[in-house]
């Protein structure tokens, strides 16, 4: 199974929020997923990133592909950075 970091929209109409999740490749954008691993909220200003750094950087570790979009978030929260720096303590 490969599992994919991507984004989920929810909230209302012209008015989305997103939530960041561990999901199977195969779903649709709005299926099931496997795990909430946080969200965002791009119409706050400034805009909102929740990310629960150590279980991303779990699900990375297992070989986990995220999107572009999930990628620059996971760069804000920090999330990323840490990844390189354990994947190169190896």
Do not use: C, H
Not at 35 to 44: A, D, H, K, N, V
């Amino acid at each position: 199974m490969a599992v994919k970091l991507r984004l989920t929209r929810m909230g209302k109409k012209k008015q989305p929020t997103y939530r960041v999740v561990a999901a199977d490749s195969r779903s649709p954008r709005n299926g099931r997923f496997i795990e909430i691993l946080g969200t965002y909220t791009p119409r706050s200003e400034p805009s909102g990133v929740v990310i629960d750094n150590a279980r991303a950087i779990q699900w990375l570790s297992q070989g986990a592909q995220p999107t572009e979009t999930v990628a620059k978030l996971l760069r804000i929260s920090g999330a990323w950075d840490e990844f390189q720096a354990s994947k190169g303590r190896r």
